[in-house]
């Protein structure tokens, strides 16, 4: 279902559920799932576990619930993990790992979200009686204020060796883990194999009305479980919400390559226009940062006066926006959104 009039390029998580969706939700088998009973979160969670290459998964209402499960598993209160600056679990997440389980963050400057092995050096603390102990090393894949950069195999593959050789877990936030792979040519497996913890969500380019999950050993789920229960995440009969990740599975991953096509169609018209520029070359999934001149004026304005035009985007910092693309855009639509771009561009700031 497309909105009509407006294009909402805010964020992959606007979509709603095709009519097929929601008759797969109607028709769900459910059950009790605090009493492990609900066969279609059962089914899920087994599908992903063996997708992602792991002992177990537990469905969680939401990517920040299903990322801080991981956390409260890992973790106990006085630890410390290692994440670059601009990563959700920092940045959008309330600075939960403090207000949830007394974890600092110490934070690693990336490039586009994207960090080195050997920028890590010198960065465990835990020795001396007068430092928080090193636990975690978190790493986003793709990397949302990143610009949807996917994480190169090489690289992640020698950030979790230097981890696990210095007995640290290694964290995934694969909110967009889909998109990473189809992107860089991995499988969701290839990625998973080096890191202990992985949270997916079912809710953003899969196309689902919520869920996420998280992946990891037997007795890291079974932690993982007890911390989902504490953040108020026991669901019941979530079957219902499970077979929509069930259905996006079998029919939403392989079509995010269109997304990304469009994405990628956009930030090259986009990128000529007066005033506006992009990285191409960080352009690489379904989300697109532009900068906008300072001469022009606002981020805040620019996406004011684009709704105007019927077209909505997110302003990602003073002089940044955000766009994002989706199931619910169509590639018919497109032309519409750059006319709306080259219009407001042109438009003198008041
Ligand atoms: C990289 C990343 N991690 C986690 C989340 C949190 O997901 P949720 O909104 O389902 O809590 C988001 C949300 O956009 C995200 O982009």
């Keep these: 279902m497309v909105n009509v009039g407006r294009i909402d390029l805010r964020s992959d998580t606007v979509?709603?559920?095709?009519?097929?969706?929601?008759?797969?939700?109607?028709?769900?088998e459910v059950g009790d799932d605090m009493f492990g009973e609900d066969p279609t979160i059962n089914r899920l969670e087994q599908r992903v576990a063996e997708m992602l290459g792991k002992e177990a998964a537990v469905y969680a209402c939401s990517g920040i619930q299903s990322n801080q499960m991981a956390l409260r598993a890992h973790c106990s209160s006085g630890d410390e993990i290692l994440l670059d600056g601009s990563s959700h679990i920092f940045y959008y997440e309330q600075g939960a790992p403090a207000a949830l389980?007394?974890?600092?963050?110490?934070?690693?400057?990336g490039e586009g979200g994207i960090f080195r092995a050997d920028q890590l050096?010198?960065?465990?603390?835990g020795h001396d009686q007068h430092e928080s102990i090193t636990k975690v090393v978190c790493v986003e894949n793709t990397t949302n204020r990143g610009g949807g950069r996917p994480w190169p195999l090489q690289a992640f593959c020698e950030v979790a060796d230097w981890a696990h050789a210095r007995h640290l877990a290694v964290h995934v936030d694969g909110a967009r883990l889909f998109n990473a792979?189809?992107?860089?040519?991995?499988?969701?497996?290839e990625f998973c194999e080096f890191a202990d913890t992985v949270s997916i969500c079912f809710s953003k380019g899969l196309g689902c009305p919520m869920g996420s999950m998280l992946v990891g050993s037997r007795p890291m789920?079974?932690?993982?479980?007890?911390?989902?229960?504490?953040f108020g995440g026991g669901i019941r009969q979530g079957g219902m919400m499970a077979a929509?990740?069930?259905?996006?599975?079998?029919?939403?991953?392989?079509?995010l390559k269109d997304d990304h096509a469009h994405a990628r169609w956009l930030a090259e018209k986009i990128a000529r226009i007066p005033q506006l520029s992009i990285d191409l070359k960080a352009v690489a999934t379904n989300i697109v940062i532009i900068e906008i001149a300072q001469e022009w004026g606002t981020a805040d304005r620019f996406v004011e006066l684009l709704q105007r035009e019927g077209v909505l985007v997110l302003a990602f910092g003073r002089q940044k926006i955000r766009l994002c693309t989706h199931l619910d855009i169509p590639g018919d639509c497109l032309p519409r959104v750059v006319e709306a771009f080259q219009t407001v561009a042109a438009s003198s700031y008041d």
């Design 15 to 28: 979509t709603r559920p095709t009519p097929e969706m929601r008759r797969v939700i109607a028709e769900a």
């Design 101 to 109: 389980h007394g974890v600092t963050c110490r934070l690693i400057d």
């Design 121 to 125: 050096e010198g960065m465990i603390h």
């Design 181 to 189: 792979c189809q992107a860089a040519g991995y499988s969701p497996r």
């Design 221 to 230: 789920m079974a932690r993982a479980r007890r911390a989902r229960k504490l």
């Design 244 to 255: 929509s990740a069930l259905y996006a599975l079998e029919h939403n991953v392989e079509r």
